[in-house]
């Protein structure tokens, strides 16, 4: 991925570079055709033969450049712009400029440094500074060692030493605006992969993310969104990008206050209510935090769903209400028999006391002489109306409301001491 990356910015810089060289050259192109025609009108006018010789070379020369850069743009090789060719024909043509304007006198000696330093915007990558410039101070050289041959013996002036200090000069110093430009772009290239390895991977981040993921700036408009928001709200991407968060949330009129201390304090957790494309709305719990992206402040919004915790705790909490009105009535019904059991043991006690009284008398034979076996019957009823006390009891004591003392105060104190007496003798009796 970060190859790529590399190869994508290397491309976009050679690109944005191959413009400007096209530019240039066909600046340089019309020059050249103005060039020709002065240099075509100046052997017309002159009568040295040897000037206009060199007059008819140099306007040949600019000729067969322009023929050669009207073959790369009608082939599109723009590239030999670049190539080492088009830097020949170059040098070239400004040794005939400097030979035929004085050579070693000639004003125009300064277009050696303009063509070193055009050759470094040409190729800023390359690191041939040191050839390049010994061929330009070469190439000089034998424009003054052609002057001198051709009779201009004397002693070379004090600008030419300065012209081939100052080409050394500049290719030295091009040589380090090279290092240095190189060292630059490297750097650019560096953190250019590692920002788009970031996205990548932020991006990667984003789409496997369990929980929708929104991405706004500070006008709160939509970034970014991962593909899990656009299938919670219902929406392709490119329908949301470009959407105010304020559209997909619900507003109570608290809203903007929220979001103003959210810029305030750069984070945010509030539970919100969103407004999915589909109508239904969702409980969310927001994760909101503020991060800076190529000098901008934008801000990655988390939407946690707890729809169905609240529909749960909601159910909880009509469930409680439901089981308290349920324990409510049970509460009311248990009562009820409670009482029932009460008001039926209140009108039971008496009678039965009545009957445990008759049969006492029975046995004590105030009514008359009774059989053996009519003894064991009136024992045998006695201990069992005293069973039926005891039941009663138990059944109050299990009910949990108790109530013996509105038993007892029910029933005749006599009857009750009564009844105690004869369940105890009872009891002793065989």
């Not at 590399?6 to 690109?15: D, L, M, N, R, V």
Request: hydrophobic residues 45%.
């Amino acid at each position: 991925m970060i190859a790529n990356t590399q190869t994508y910015h290397e491309e976009s810089s050679a690109s944005a570079r191959l413009i400007i060289v096209l530019r240039v050259e066909w600046m340089m192109l019309s020059l050249r055709y103005l060039l020709y025609a002065a240099l075509a009108l100046l052997s017309l006018t002159v009568n040295d033969e040897t000037l206009r010789r060199m007059f008819i070379v140099a306007g040949t020369s600019a000729l067969v450049h322009n023929l050669f850069s009207h073959w790369i743009f009608y082939t599109r090789r723009h590239l030999l712009f670049t190539s080492a060719w088009n830097f020949l024909l170059y040098l070239f043509r400004f040794c005939l400029l400097v030979g035929i304007t004085g050579g070693p006198a000639s004003p125009l000696a300064p277009v050696f440094l303009l063509l070193l330093i055009g050759y470094h915007v040409y190729r800023p990558k390359s690191f041939n500074t040191l050839w390049i410039t010994l061929l330009v101070a070469a190439a000089y050289s034998f424009v003054l060692l052609a002057n001198w041959f051709s009779g201009n013996r004397g002693v070379l002036p004090l600008p030419v030493y300065a012209n081939l200090f100052f080409i050394a000069a500049c290719g030295w110093i091009m040589h380090i605006l090279a290092r240095m430009m190189s060292g630059l772009e490297r750097a650019a290239e560096v953190k250019t992969s590692a920002l788009k390895s970031s996205e990548a991977m932020l991006r990667a981040i984003l789409n496997h993310t369990a929980h929708p993921i929104i991405v706004y700036d500070e006008t709160e408009i939509i970034t970014d969104v991962n593909d899990v928001a656009c299938d919670f709200f219902g929406l392709p991407r490119e329908n949301i990008l470009g959407l105010r968060l304020h559209s997909l949330i619900f507003d109570d009129g608290t809203l903007a206050d929220i979001f103003e201390d959210l810029k305030r304090t750069g984070s945010l957790h509030h539970e919100m209510l969103v407004l999915p494309a589909g109508g239904s709305e969702r409980n969310v719990f927001m994760h909101i935090h503020s991060f800076l992206s190529d000098g901008r402040r934008l801000f990655v919004a988390l939407f946690h769903d707890v729809t169905s915790q609240k529909e749960l705790q909601e159910a909880h909490h009509l469930a409680s209400l439901n089981l308290e009105k349920a324990n409510q009535e049970l509460q009311r019904v248990v009562d009820l028999r409670a009482d029932f059991y009460i008001t039926i043991a209140n009108r039971l006690r008496s009678p039965l006391a009545a009957i445990l009284g008759f049969i006492n008398m029975l046995l004590d034979e105030q009514l008359g002489k009774i059989t053996k076996e009519q003894n064991k019957a009136l024992h045998s009823c006695r201990r069992s109306l005293a069973r039926i006390f005891d039941q009663l009891d138990e059944a109050f004591i299990l009910e949990g409301n108790l109530r013996g003392e509105e038993m007892h105060a029910d029933t005749p104190e006599e009857e009750t001491s009564e009844a105690d007496a004869q369940r105890s003798h009872g009891n002793a009796s065989p």
